[in-house]
T-cell receptor
Framework: NAGVTQTPKFRILKIGQSMTLQCTQD?????MYWYRQDPGMGLKLIYY???????DKGEVPNGYNVSRSTTEDFPLRLELAAPSQTSVYFC?????????????FGAGTRLSVL | AQSVAQPEDQVNVAEGNPLTVKCTYS??????LFWYVQYPNRGLQFLLK????DNLVKGSYGFEAEFNKSQTSFHLKKPSALVSDSALYFC????????????WGAGTKLIIKP
């Protein structure tokens, strides 16, 4: 059972570079989420999607973009990377939303911007 | 504003002793509350949730949590700690002001000593 798969696991970027963090789930979940986790902080929601073709901003969307062309995939794009984007990024999915459904998480992508 | 607090950065417990990890919340309306656990270099895993019903909620790995409406708390408990329980624990609450997404606490590091 693959669940939620994120790639890459680690990445180092130079300031101003761009990259895409990949996320795919095989549970046929309609909701997907991108979070960032900074040391000593809880998760912060970057973007979420309630289904293919529909995305919405979370608490900290600046500097990021997403797309959801299929149910399975929800890539996160970083344009013009900045040191403030150094973080651990988690993708998650759930069957349904409304804040009452279990979220299933990937193993994370550790990103450093130098 | 809706919020969740985990007042302890770290909790140390001897193996075999009971453990408590604290969580308090502030929300409008009925709270939906969650506990997740994160092992090193892994994504978060769901432990248990309170939506409605019995105030004592049982979850995975022998954990339970008690919903206390008057004290606005949702403390995580286990009667007898194991060394393998050592991990980072997150409390989360549904945010009705942000399309029902979750607000996450900063996390509590639980260390179980043999």
């Amino acid at each position: 059972n693959a669940g939620v798969t994120q790639t890459p696991k680690f990445r180092i970027l130079k300031i101003g570079q761009s990259m895409t963090l990949q996320c795919t789930q095989d549970m046929n979940h309609n909701y997907m989420y991108w979070y960032r986790q900074d040391p000593g902080m809880g998760l912060k929601l970057i973007y979420y999607s309630v289904g293919a073709g529909i995305t919405d901003k979370g608490e900290v969307p600046n500097g990021y973009n997403v797309s959801r062309s299929t149910t399975e995939d929800f890539p996160l794009r970083l344009e013009l990377a900045a040191p403030s984007q150094t973080s651990v990024y988690f993708c998650a999915s759930s069957y349904g939303g409304q804040g009452k459904n279990i979220q299933y998480f990937g193993a994370g992508t550790r990103l450093s911007v130098l | 504003a809706q919020s969740v607090a985990q007042p302890e950065d770290q909790v140390n417990v001897a193996e075999g002793n009971p453990l408590t990890v604290k969580c308090t919340y502030s929300v409008s309306g009925n709270p939906y509350l969650f506990w997740y656990v994160q092992y090193p270099n892994r994504g978060l895993q769901f432990l248990l949730k309170y939506i409605t019903g019995d105030n004592l909620v049982k979850g995975s790995y022998g954990f339970e949590a008690e919903f206390n409406k008057s004290q606005t708390s949702f403390h995580l408990k286990k009667p007898s700690a194991l060394v393998s329980d050592s991990a980072l624990y997150f409390c989360a609450v549904r945010d009705v002001d942000s399309n029902y997404q979750l607000i996450w606490g900063a996390g509590t590091k639980l260390i179980i000593k043999p």
